[in-house]
């Protein structure tokens, strides 16, 4: 699996948005799910990433679950 696009897998989490809301509303959930974002910055994410890394996706999902 290669890395995804941010926005991807915002759409994915966001389907029924438009894709500005859809990025807007999912970098939020990543900053308020609690424990989420610090094991993110840990994985090497920071706020203006555009790709995510396989490992990133796994940390998303298992916090808030698959898209």
Request: aromatic share 12%.
């Amino acid at each position: 699996m290669p890395n995804t696009s941010f926005g991807h897998l915002a759409m994915r989490y966001y389907p029924d948005k438009k894709y500005r809301t859809a990025t807007r509303l999912f970098r939020h959930e990543l900053e308020v799910t609690k424990g989420l974002f610090r094991a993110l910055t840990k994985a090497g994410y920071t706020p203006t990433s555009r790709l995510l890394t396989r490992s990133q996706v796994r940390i998303i999902e298992r916090f808030i679950g698959e898209a």
